[in-house]
């Protein structure tokens, strides 16, 4: 439906930002509360650049950030430095504030993201924690070291049916110079996800590795 939210979401959006908006000011002693809505503010601020003209998804380093809501991130900044700390939701807003600080996706601070994933593996650790881990690892040192954390998750049951984690290693894998292997980790990503624009999303990147 073009490159906007449909107006369930942007309604669902606005909702989820009043709410917690209001546990905030409620709250104003939490930090974790001031934290949530540091994140909400920030997630909600790339809602119009996500999807592209036809509906398909776009991939945070790929979006036009002249799309992302200033305001929201501004006001997301704010909450964050009411809160703080090292609680989960402070951890995971200071990572989404490293993206919105950055007016480039090369300008992005992935050392520093790196080291707020390795912080957040140890305050909730979660297969899903150390799959971004991993991804920021690759950003910051290089496709072997965020490959060298994906072969730690390679038989995790929880992330056995995610389409996520063929989808990253496939990533590495070109980068690495692997193309023949990732294509086949693009081709199993997209047997996985139920959405029919990231499939073919992913069947894209499986087609532009060539013939296994």
């Known amino acids: 439906m073009g490159g906007v939210p449909t107006s369930a979401t942007h309604r669902a959006i606005e909702e989820a930002l009043r709410l917690a908006r209001v546990l905030a000011a409620l709250s104003p002693d939490e930090p974790e509360a001031h934290s949530l809505a540091a994140l909400l503010e920030i997630q909600a601020s790339r809602a119009a650049a996500r999807v592209g003209p036809a509906g398909e998804p776009v991939l945070l380093l790929d ?19 009411l809160g703080g700390g090292r609680g989960v939701y402070a951890l995971q807003a200071a990572v989404a504030a490293c993206h919105g600080r950055a007016l480039t996706a090369a300008a992005t601070d992935w050392p520093r993201i790196a080291a707020l994933y390795a912080d957040l593996a140890e305050v909730a650790p979660a297969p899903v924690v150390e799959l971004n881990r991993a991804v920021a690892d690759a950003m910051a040192f290089g496709p072997a070291a965020g490959f060298a954390l994906l072969d730690a998750l390679a038989c995790e049951p929880a992330l056995a049916n995610y389409h996520l984690l063929p989808s990253v290693r496939g990533d590495l894998l070109v980068k690495l110079g692997r193309t023949a292997e990732a294509r086949g980790e693009f081709v199993r ?3 996985l996800t139920r959405n029919d624009r990231e499939r073919r999303l992913l069947l894209d990147r499986a087609d532009a590795c060539g013939v296994g």
């Open 63 to 81: 979006q036009n950030r002249a799309r992302w809501d200033r305001l929201l991130i501004g006001r997301g900044l704010a909450a964050l430095a």
């Open 189 to 191: 990503a997209a047997g």
